[in-house]
């Protein structure tokens, strides 16, 4: 990859401070546009691929945006890509002044999709599983606390012990951006942790006592652990949410994320306050939180097509 596209990896590094995914796909984006930039070089007096990148112009993004289309890129991949390129260009309008070629392209319209949600039974139902070993005590709390705060899954596998405050009943967790943000943590997910927290104890203990050498601070202070005494991964959470909603009858295709999606859900037709529930999912913008107004929506229409006597459907 060319210095410039460095440069900028950098700087969204160590000064944006952004998640290693995210930094892997924003590299994925300049690879991208390295390799069709490459392949569609109107620029023939040089072969420098920085030099080719600079050269690049508004036509050339709306055709690369096009390729990318005819090959079968949805067009929110496509909206994703797009803002990975504006924003390296962006930083090279920064250094050099140059105008950027992504502005005013547009990725191709994308049909809304509504975030599937669980209703307020499943979701109770999904934390009722009956299993009392270490694993099932450990899902249940993971579970709860899920459907309690709105975590990303991201969210919770980098607790620490220390990131619940029982008194409060807050948590402290660093989202997107490395932005710290309090949540409210509800009765149940607090019980569910009270259960785990003497399991999560012994699975240390017993580690220590026969693999103390391979034990870092990090897994020490993880709040949730595997049976090997690491921080539980992402992977694991997403396997044994699935295999917990077989066991009881969800037929959801379901991933931690739509336990965040159920919590802004059923928070909001409650309460009705947008703002709110922006502050506890952790968004930047109100416009990302909207989504589930559309959401309470549905439900409402619903309501309507049974209850209204001109709503209702002939039988």
């Not at 950098?10 to 690879?31: F, I, M, P, S, V």
């Amino acid at each position: 990859m060319n210095e410039a596209c460095e440069q900028y990896l950098n700087y969204l590094t160590h000064e944006r401070r952004l998640a290693t995914l995210t930094l892997k796909h924003y590299r994925r984006d300049l690879a991208l546009l390295e390799a069709l930039a490459g392949g569609n070089n109107t620029n023939t007096r040089s072969h420098d691929p920085a030099a080719i990148l600079v050269s690049l112009t508004q036509m050339d993004i709306r055709r690369f945006a096009a390729t990318l289309h005819a090959k079968g890129l949805g067009p929110r991949s496509i909206a994703r890509v797009l803002s990975g390129w504006r924003g390296f260009y962006e930083f090279l309008r920064h250094q050099t002044g140059a105008a950027n070629p992504v502005d005013g392209v547009h990725a191709p319209k994308a049909d809304k999709r509504l975030p599937e949600t669980l209703s307020p039974d499943e979701a109770v139902r999904l934390v009722s599983f009956a299993d009392d070993s270490p694993e099932g005590i450990r899902d249940r709390a993971i579970f709860e606390l899920l459907y309690s705060s709105g975590f990303r899954v991201s969210e919770l596998v980098s607790l620490d012990t220390d990131s619940i405050d029982f008194a409060t009943q807050e948590a402290r967790v660093t989202g997107k951006g490395n932005k710290t943000r309090i949540v409210p943590v509800g009765r149940h997910a607090l019980e569910a942790l009270q259960r785990w927290l003497p399991v999560r104890a012994a699975i240390l203990g017993n580690a220590k006592s026969t693999a103390e050498n391979r034990l870092d601070q990090g897994h020490l202070k993880a709040l949730f652990l595997s049976k090997q005494a690491k921080r539980i991964s992402v992977r694991v959470i997403q396997h044994q949410i699935k295999i917990r909603a077989a066991q009881q009858g969800i037929s959801l295709d379901l991933h931690p994320h739509m336990l965040r999606h159920s919590f802004a859900s059923h928070v909001l037709q409650s309460s009705g306050d947008l703002r709110a529930v922006q502050e506890m999912l952790g968004h930047a913008s109100i416009a990302s939180t909207q989504v589930y107004t559309h959401l309470d929506f549905q439900h409402l229409a619903k309501i309507y097509d049974a209850a209204h006597p001109r709503a209702r459907k002939k039988t």
